[in-house]
């Protein structure tokens, strides 16, 4: 769970040391509008990441960073948390400018494929802000299942059965042959 590359990226644990990454990813309106707000320092970020760091040892939560294998240049985020049975949360998946083509499908790819292949998770649950129409737009095609909505948050799951069924397609749209 260390590292986990595919065809453009790579996705590795979350060290105090992306605090600063972190930070400037949560704080820039280019990609904030539909997260929590943000409140504290690079120093608060770094102390979150330091009792992360715990969830991770226990197997309960495990947060990477989105590098590019072209250039090592980090280009995004994304964890799994709330890991509890054979279910988990994906979220916090933020990707900014320096994402490399397909990089939405290869990061979502990547991770699940973790969750599912690496864990054997069997299920994982997804929230989107309704205002947030380009991840909707991704969900949908990622063909995951909408169960429900509140006032604020339309909720997905995903399968690990509905994974492998799609796999193929998503292999072949970024160029790959495998999740491992």
């Known amino acids: 769970m260390e590292r ?89 998946w933020i990707l900014n400018e320096d994402k490399p083509p397909k990089a939405a499908l290869e990061s979502a790819v990547l991770s699940f494929g973790a969750a599912f292949n690496r864990l054997n998770l069997k299920f994982g649950a997804v929230d989107v802000r309704k205002g947030n129409h380009r991840a909707l737009h991704f969900y949908e095609r990622f063909n995951m299942t909408r169960v429900s909505e509140d006032h604020q948050n339309i909720y997905f799951t995903y399968s690990v059965e509905k994974f492998r069924q799609d796999a193929g397609d998503h292999l072949r749209a970024i160029g790959a042959e495998d999740t491992q």
């Open 4 to 92: 986990i590359e595919g065809v453009r990226l790579a996705l590795r644990l979350v060290a105090p040391e992306d605090a600063a990454f972190i930070h400037g990813l949560r704080l820039d309106p280019r990609y904030n509008t539909h997260l929590s707000a943000v409140t504290g320092s690079v120093a608060d970020q770094h102390q979150w990441i330091e009792r992360y760091k715990v969830r991770e040892a226990a197997g309960t939560e495990y947060y990477y960073v989105i590098e590019r294998l072209d250039n090592g240049r980090a280009c995004g985020v994304v964890r799994l948390y709330e890991i509890e049975g054979d279910q988990f949360t994906w979220g916090s």
